[in-house]
């Protein structure tokens, strides 16, 4: 026995940091996860540290020791073979402690100084504000000029947000001081901290900081500045003393003021990059299959693993022997120790298995509650053979499980947390009276849960077509036509009419019946309008496209279809197709019965369906984006498929006369394809829809929606500007502005629009509904009755705006056609300069152009009556729009 | 041992808003159980739900057990509320008719949200469509078994419909072989006057016709039931805690007089059309001594979609009240009873003692209830002579076979709806749960659907009512617009307010009595107002 071998394998893998990108709330679930079971007990921490004690060391070594005549021993014959090797990066939370101090420090008679810090790393912000003498409740306000300190940053009208600087560098304290002038009639100055790089909050009980500068301020328990000597921590809940009275009967009320400092502790969640590295090697003489794991992870790892045989990703428990320190779990997997290198950063295991298994499958365990995969996936290692592929060191080799085992396996963890946390309620119940941090975080962890599982369910709904399965999607004999257009920018000047709605395939000749409207549609100001999908579809509504050549759809024949557009192009109206280029409905099964081999003319095989989902069983590359569940994922890095889709696209531009398309689903597959696509069928305008859930914490909308914006953006970005997408941020902020009354929210910190329309104005195509939120299937309903708020500011607002259907057909057709007349006659733009002037709880009001005003909300707004004259050109309900005569 | 936390859930410092919310935790005190008491603190009025968590449920909960969920409302002695149960409909499509589970992931992770939130459970349609689908007595309950072992490891309660209906969205139909066999045998299927049928459900009229293959739809049903009572035999009275079964059209009792869901605005047609019916109409006719009464249903009846004042059958003074109207009428509504009776004897007689609870659903056909003939309610074979209340003859049938009744539409409210239709919900709720009362039939409610305006507000209030105490509520239903984050979240809001409701009805116990009291008098003087 030799364990000599085993050195290079230790450090053949130099360990890989990813940077740490914050992905906002795309983040995979992986790391929400990590970080409400790290979040929510205070054990980690200390289960992680507690990993380097002794009595573990000496185990490890006793298992090096004894180690005989399994993994180590057959390492020693192993040569070049390596069949399999490959690192991920991994991320684990851990839990930072530190402490926020606060200091009160007289300089001058009455000049004095409040000094915030805050001795852990991170991107510190005090939010604060005052109360004046007389304020009664809460509520903040801004505090005089002279007090904030430079770098302050006004929020709405009733705080300021100051960074915290560091103390010097190299040093993590981080440290804020603001200057108090006691001849102000500041009482109280309030505050929270914020991280600006996880977006958490830090309060004090609950509640805001609050430090008192008179006696008589009201104390909800949230006070802070007591008395000395109250160094114990846990104490800090019960000190609440009122300077008052421990200044001895002094008759005027500043005079009670006295120095403090006083400190609290804080926790943080700090993700650590660690990285996982994974080596395969066939051992020539025994043939066995020796997997080497190893990783930087600190503490205790744990592998839990499983084998996959004949063909498929089931987690299967392999013959003995196991390594040593393995154990069965719930004989569904195996789990297996890993042995503590002897520098101390990090594990490593050995696992010999048989030749005849085709890979091995795992997942690591830190502790009871913090599981790390593979970006959400098992870490798979293949074991190839030599006829097979050649090596292969990318990450994308780890390809998916079995949903079934995956689930068994996360539902049996699932209970188990539950468990373990009632378990550690229980406990942190007794055993810390006072500390009712703990069952508060536990209590908001649960509900973070709750929104992140509820969350998950939705999208994996939303992304379904409910009523098909793939099984009864491919088997259906329904000839449905499927086609998606989006488009650029066009003139700058374009309107968009989003011709159809979720029912208009039912008369079976819509075609006919749009081409009646031509006229009225012109008439109406709109230049562009959207087509439905017109491939032959699974699906009646088109979405569930099969043979892209055929253009025969529920919504007419191609002939129609030609016509239509033709009739369009006669009004001077562009029109777009829907083109679904993200998945394909397949004509044909392999031979394991899955749908995934395609007829028609793109008779493509199964290299052109995505692998990473496994009902599909596709042979193409991972998903450049997110998955559609519905129907095989079109693999778009392939060459013959973009060539395909190039071909497909430019003969629809010829075939039918389109101008532009609607890409639907575009979060499906990489952004640069699109760009690819756009360059070969030049479209006159595209648009894409790229449609995920905004940010809320606790169910209610954030302000702050630049994540969201952000990926919008990046998805142009990726297109090169090719194609523009739905401003969908814009639609989520209407919503909560209008259904809440919370108007404030229509503008965004820098005073500019909040949504995609804020940033690049001449990519958003701005609208309100469509056939998925709207119509019959209502997804995400515009708030009902406010419909002419939402049109009054997109109709005004740069970017190009897309009116709905169902809307022009309805009692709003009229001040939506007052709307578009007005952006036409005053000839507003999609980079139409817009200047905000009022966003307030009930009133939002903006000029655009200089010529256009425009108010929503019930609140009141008149534009200032200078050397403009305006008069109001529409008005109803809720909402006013003046222009420059 | 007292622990009190004060948390403000609202990450953001919003000044002057109402969302100055508290959540909070308290932990018992004193008691030998602990107590876990979320604080809502808004404006300056403090109310409190509490939230039981005794070492043992936790022990329960260790061995996947099925024993109450961790976050439970604790009783509240005084509150008619205390005991409502909710459940949260799974989707219709949950298992595909090739037996496979759809969107997995999705419920799975749904159900653990629903967990954790404090749901009793869930309720599942089962489709005879699928599950008999390809021969008689052939049954293939994969799917459905699956499920219930997830909803069983999640740790929640489950309630299941069997539906002998088919469904248009998702498209799930009746078996194919009870297709093949309509094919040659059109008279089982509902037919309306123009000879249309309606293939998603059998017509009452074949009942008990050996139509399926030499049994009658009732001994087919029956069998059913068996074969599901064994297949799941390892959950019955515990995961599965209560049955519905179907009773007709979308598992509602009532005749497809209604077919276009997307526009309701008609009266509704009679289905009496079809051989079966028409032979038993005859038979009736001829016993009763008017022969040609028998020749087919009301000729001046109008069609579904429209206005019921548009012919003459419905209007005052119209055909409706005449000797025929109450001839015909009489027996449409007696076929409609008699077929409660049969479904719900055979659903007793196979699951009395297996420890479930029995139900059955009606439907609440509110459009045009304030006119006199309420027309919407006699083409569904609501029915009673003299002017009598029309749902006691089936609330009667509900309590001699001792089954639940489950009454939807409980997120209605009468100022939603369009003046137009004529329509009253909570009068005619007002109605059945009266009659229920009287025959005491124990109501489960369920709401219409999730987009109702207000409708969370409407549900909290009847589940307040105490004058039939609703005890289980079933929310329909789980899907997209379910987990979206604006509904969830109200949704997330309804679940905790149903909690703070119990208290304030507690300390309002006054103002709750006012209520019922008001709405009784309210439905007394509804017949009188619509005159």
């Given amino acids: 026995m030799s364990t000599v071998p085993i050195e290079p394998l230790l450090h053949l893998s130099p360990l890989r940091r990813s940077s740490t990108i914050h992905r906002g709330p795309t983040t995979s679930s992986l790391n929400l996860r990590c970080h409400f079971t790290s979040k929510k007990l205070h054990s980690i921490g200390r289960s992680i540290a507690s990993g380097n004690s002794l009595g573990f060391r000496r185990r490890s070594v006793a298992i090096r020791a004894s180690s005989s005549d399994t993994a180590v021993v057959e390492t020693t014959s192993q040569s070049d073979d390596v069949i399999f090797k490959g690192i991920f990066p991994v991320q684990r939370i851990d839990k930072a402690e530190g402490k926020i101090y606060v200091r009160l420090k007289k300089v001058k008679e009455n000049d004095w100084e409040l000094s915030v810090g805050c001795s852990l790393p991170g991107k510190w912000i005090l939010h604060w504000g005052v109360s004046y003498v007389g304020d009664t409740g809460s509520e903040w306000d801004q505090p005089p000029e002279d007090m904030r300190p430079p770098g302050s940053l006004a929020i709405k009208d009733y705080a300021i947000e100051t960074p915290l600087e560091k103390l010097s560098e190299g040093d993590s304290f981080h440290q804020v001081t603001i200057n108090l002038n006691l001849e102000s009639s500041v009482a109280a100055l309030n505050f929270v901290l914020k991280d600006e790089e996880t977006g958490a909050w830090y309060q004090h009980k609950g509640r805001d900081f609050k430090v008192p500068l008179l006696d008589d301020v009201p104390d909800d328990g949230n006070l802070i500045g007591a008395k000395k000597g109250f160094g114990a921590l846990g104490k800090l809940s019960n000190i609440i003393v009122k300077q008052g009275k421990s200044s001895s009967g002094s008759t005027k009320e500043r005079k009670g003021l006295e120095e403090f400092y006083e400190e609290m502790p804080i926790s943080k969640h700090v993700s650590g990059d660690n990285s996982v590295s994974v080596t395969a090697r066939k051992c020539p003489e025994t043939s066995k299959n020796i997997v080497s794991i190893e990783t930087d992870l600190p503490g205790d790892v744990t592998v839990h693993w499983g084998v996959c045989k004949n063909g498929s990703k089931k987690w299967e428990i392999p013959a003995e022997p196991y390594p040593e320190e393995t154990f069965l779990f719930k004989n569904k997997a195996l789990r297996t120790r890993l042995q503590r290198k002897d520098s101390g950063d990090g594990s490593f295991g050995l696992f010999s298995l ?151 395939h039912k008369s079976g000749r819509w075609y006919k019946e749009l081409q009646e409207k031509a006229d009225e549609l012109a008439s109406l100001g709109f230049t562009v309008l959207w087509l439905p999908p017109p491939t032959e579809s699974v699906s009646p509504e088109g979405y569930m496209p099969k043979d892209l050549y055929n253009l025969n759809s529920r919504y007419g024949t191609i002939d129609e279809l030609k016509e239509t557009v033709k009739r369009f192009h006669k009004v001077g109206i562009k029109v777009l197709g829907d083109a679904v280029l993200n998945h394909r409905c397949a004509h044909f099964k392999n031979s394991n019965g899955v749908w995934n081999l395609f007829g028609g003319r793109l008779n493509w095989d199964d290299r052109a369906v995505v692998a990473d989902d496994p009902h599909f069983q596709g042979r193409g590359n991972k998903s450049s984006g997110d998955n559609f569940h519905a129907a095989p994922n079109i693999d778009h890095s392939q060459d013959f498929v973009r060539k395909d889709i190039k071909e497909w696209l430019c003969w629809m531009r010829e075939e039918v006369g389109y101008d532009g398309w609607r890409l639907d689903f575009v979060r499906g597959f990489w952004g640069g394809y699109v760009k690819d696509y756009m360059d070969a069928s030049k479209p006159y305008f595209a648009v894409g829809e790229y449609w995920d859930s905004l940010s809320y914490t606790y169910g209610e909308m954030d302000y702050n929606q630049d994540a969201h914006r952000q990926r919008i953006v990046d998805w142009i970005n990726a297109t090169s500007g090719a194609a523009g997408a739905f401003d969908v941020t814009t639609k989520g902020i209407l919503h909560a502005a209008l259904q809440k009354c919370e108007y404030w929210r229509l503008s965004d910190p820098k005073g500019k629009p909040p949504g995609v329309v804020g940033w690049w104005p001449s990519r958003a195509v701005t609208f309100i509904e469509n056939h998925d939120t709207g119509s019959t299937q209502g997804h995400w309903r515009f708030p009902g009755g406010k419909e002419m708020q939402g049109y009054a500011y997109i109709l005004t607002h740069p970017g190009t705006p897309a009116v709905f259907f169902d809307h022009i057909y309805s009692d709003y057709r009229s001040e939506i056609a007052s709307l578009l007349s007005l952006r036409n006659r005053q000839k507003l733009h999609c980079r139409s300069e817009v200047n905000i002037v009022k966003s307030e709880r009930d009133v939002y009001a903006a000029i655009i152009d200089e010529k256009v005003a425009m108010k929503i909300g019930p609140g009141h707004y008149e534009p200032p009556s200078g050397s403009q004259n305006w008069s109001v050109a529409v008005e109803g309900r809720d909402y006013k729009v003046w222009e420059t005569s | 041992m007292e622990v009190s936390v004060i948390g403000n859930p609202q990450a953001k410092i919003c000044r002057a808003e109402l969302s100055f919310r508290e959540l909070g935790f308290r932990l ?110 052939k049954y293939e309950w994969s799917g459905y078994l699956a499920v219930a072992e997830i909803v069983k490891k999640v740790g929640l309660k489950l309630q299941v419909s069997l539906s002998f209906h088919g469904s248009k969205d998702p498209e799930i139909g009746l078996p194919d072989w009870v297709a093949k066999i309509g094919e040659g045998e059109p008279g089982m299927y509902f037919t309306d006057r123009y000879g249309k049928q309606y293939k998603d459900c059998l017509s009452f009229g074949v009942d008990d016709v ?240 999730a987009s109702v305006p207000g409708g969370f507000e409407r549900i909290v209030e009847n589940l307040k009512d105490e004058s039939v105490g609703i005890d289980l509520f079933t929310y329909q239903r789980m899907g997209a617009l379910f987990f979206s984050p604006e509904h969830f979240h109200a949704f997330t809001v309804f679940v905790r307010n149903m909690n703070q409701v119990e208290l304030s009805s507690y300390d309002q116990a006054g103002e709750d009595e006012a209520q019922t009291v008001s709405l009784g008098s309210g439905t007394g003087a509804h017949s009188l107002q619509t005159a």
């Fill in chain 2, 210 to 449: 050996p139509v399926l293959d030499g049994k009658t739809p009732m001994e087919v049903y029956g069998g059913f039931c068996e074969s599901f009572k064994s297949a799941f035999s390892d959950y019955m009275g515990n995961t599965i805690t209560g049955i519905t079964l179907g009773m007709g059209p979308a598992g509602e009792l009532r005749y497809p007089s209604h077919q276009h869901e997307t526009k309701p605005s008609g009266a509704g047609e009679f289905q009496c059309y079809d051989k079966h019916m028409l032979s038993a109409l005859k038979h009736y006719a001829e016993s009763s001594g008017n022969p040609l009464w028998g020749l087919g249903g009301p000729h001046d009846a109008p069609a579904y979609d429209q206005q019921p004042h548009s012919t003459s059958f419905f209007s005052d003074g119209g055909s409706w009240e005449s000797q025929y109207g109450d001839f015909f009428l009489t027996w449409y509504s007696s076929l409609l009873t008699s077929h409660a009776d049969r479904v719900l004897s055979v659903a007793s007689s196979a699951f009395g003692g297996s420890g479930v609870s029995v139900s059955g659903k009606l439907p609440l056909l509110h459009q045009w209830n304030k006119l006199r003939s309420q027309p919407s309610e006699l083409t569904a074979g609501f029915y009673s002579s003299n002017g009598h209340d029309r749902y006691e003859a089936i609330a009667e049938i509900f309590a001699k076979n001792s089954c639940r009744m489950i009454i939807p539409g409980m997120d209605l409210s009468d100022e939603h709806q369009s003046l137009a239709s004529l329509s009253s919900p909570e009068s005619l709720l007002g109605n059945i749960k009266t009659s229920c009362k009287k025959q005491g039939v124990v109501v489960s409610g369920q709401n219409s659907s």
């Fill in chain 2, 28 to 137: 018992g005190s004193g008691e030998s159980r602990n107590k876990v008491c979320f604080l809502t603190h808004q404006s300056s009025k403090w109310k409190e739900i509490r939230i039981r968590c005794s070492p043992r449920s936790v022990k329960c909960e260790a061995i996947v057990s099925d024993q109450a969920p961790f976050l439970k409302p604790t009783p509240n002695p005084r509150s008619q509320l205390e005991s409502v149960k909710l459940f949260v409909g799974l989707p219709l499509d949950t298992v595909s008719d090739c037996n496979n589970v759809n969107h997995m992931k999705a419920i799975t992770a749904g159900l653990k949200a629903l967990k954790l939130l404090g749901v009793e459970g869930v309720e599942l349609p089962v489709f005879w469509g699928v599950v008999e689908r390809e021969a008689a007595g």
């Fill in chain 1, 354 to 504: 048989d030749e005849k298994l085709e890979g091995l499958c795992f997942v690591l365990k830190l502790n009871e509650n913090t599981w790390l995969n593979n970006r959400g996936e098992d870490f798979y290692v293949p074991f190839l053979t030599s006829t097979s592929l050649p090596v292969e060191t990318e990450a994308a080799q780890v390809s998916g499980k079995t949903p079934k085992t995956n689930q068994e396996v996360s539902e049996s963890g699932f209970t188990d947390e539950i468990i373990t946390e009632i378990r550690n309620l229980a406990i942190d119940i007794s055993s810390h009276k006072n500390q009712k941090t703990n069952v508060k975080e536990v209590h908001i962890n649960i509900l973070q849960e709750i929104e992140k599982l509820a969350a998950e369910a939705y999208s994996i709904f939303r992304s379904t077509t409910p009523t098909f399965t793939p099984e009864s999607v491919l088997e259906a004999e329904a000839d449905e036509p499927k086609i998606k257009i989006s488009s650029g920018t066009g003139s700058g000047f374009e309107i968009l009419c989003q011709g159809f709605n979720w029912e208009s």
